[in-house]
């Protein structure tokens, strides 16, 4: 891999030249057309499938597609940039354990990478806007928010964790703007949502490369998966899109919670800049029990697309 400068604040918005647009589509290849056709095949009929079933089956059509090298590049440059952005923000994002001088195998190390230290959600910052700033003030607001949280409901887990979800999202609302806290928030989620399809994709990739016999398999893999984190979202948004009973039916009740909490955050700080007092205003709406999460407000995240950036 190709060293690369320590990434400053200053020049965040250099990582819009290599940035995907969910919009582009990969190289075309032989077979890359038939397995685009096959995947809109596979959401037209993801309501018969329980959510596990269709993200193996999107995560085995996308990894038949071949990158081609400069996308494969590009994943890799993003990666390394946003081990840059790490270092620059490190007290927020806490330690990144894979930079550990213990020795292991390049694939594990590229695997821990996905898996943890926000690769996944700072790979969709950065691919939808967002500069090394709004990355930095989005986790500085969550360090205040998780210490006011735990200071005012020490007692009850519920109402603290809606507490840190509102007051993450009108504490940065208040200083990056509405629209970048909700890419960054909702991101948060997404993170989550595409590990193990993300994990399976890199596994897949790395398996394709290593039987051809290249020596850096488990790299090519990881610029491979980087790239795709895009795709990803973006193919699950459009089953979400599809139906509500889909959408339901794969999202867990904890996503929810946070969507909706974070929602009221950024609204209510736009008519009420004082948080206490926007959180009295809002606190009747907001989810405090992952348990109990109604039908109604699963309708109310999807119908308000709240799982979007618009």
Do not use: C
Not at 173 to 200: C, F, M, Q, S, Y
């Amino acid at each position: 891999m190709k060293s690369v400068p320590v990434f400053s604040v200053l020049s965040a918005l250099a990582l819009t030249t290599v940035l995907i647009s969910p919009n582009v589509t990969l190289a075309k290849t032989e077979n890359s057309a038939d397995v685009n056709e096959r995947i809109e095949q596979l959401i037209n009929s993801s309501d018969d499938m329980d959510a596990n079933t269709f993200l193996e089956k999107l995560v085995e059509e996308r990894s038949q597609i071949e990158t081609d090298p400069e996308s494969t590049e590009k994943g890799l440059v993003i990666a390394e940039e946003i081990d840059n952005i790490k270092d620059e923000v490190g007290d927020e994002l806490g330690p990144d354990k894979t930079r550990s001088k213990r020795s292991i195998s390049d694939y594990d190390k590229n695997k821990a990478k996905l898996r943890g230290g926000n690769m996944i959600e700072l790979t969709l910052d950065t691919n939808e806007g967002l500069s090394a700033r709004d990355m930095k003030a989005i986790y500085s607001a969550s360090n205040e928010a998780r210490s006011l949280a735990k200071e005012k409901f020490s007692r009850n887990v519920g109402w603290e964790d809606a507490y840190r979800h509102f007051s993450w999202n009108h504490i940065a609302a208040k200083e990056i703007g509405i629209a970048d806290t909700r890419i960054a928030t909702n991101n948060h989620e997404w993170g989550l949502l595409l590990l193990d399809p993300v994990l399976n994709y890199y596994e897949k990739r790395y398996k394709r490369y290593k039987n051809k016999g290249d020596s850096d398999a488990a790299g090519k893999a990881l610029g491979d998966t980087v790239y795709e984190i895009p795709y990803l979202k973006k193919n699950l948004i459009k089953v979400f899109d599809k139906d509500f009973d889909i959408f339901r039916k794969m999202v867990d009740d904890a996503t929810i919670m946070d969507w909706n909490n974070n929602d009221y955050g950024r609204a209510y700080a736009a008519k009420y800049p004082d948080l206490e007092t926007a959180f009295k205003k809002a606190k009747n709406y907001l989810i405090t029990d992952e348990n109990s999460v109604s039908k109604s407000q699963y309708k109310k995240v999807w119908k308000n697309n709240w799982y979007k950036n618009r």
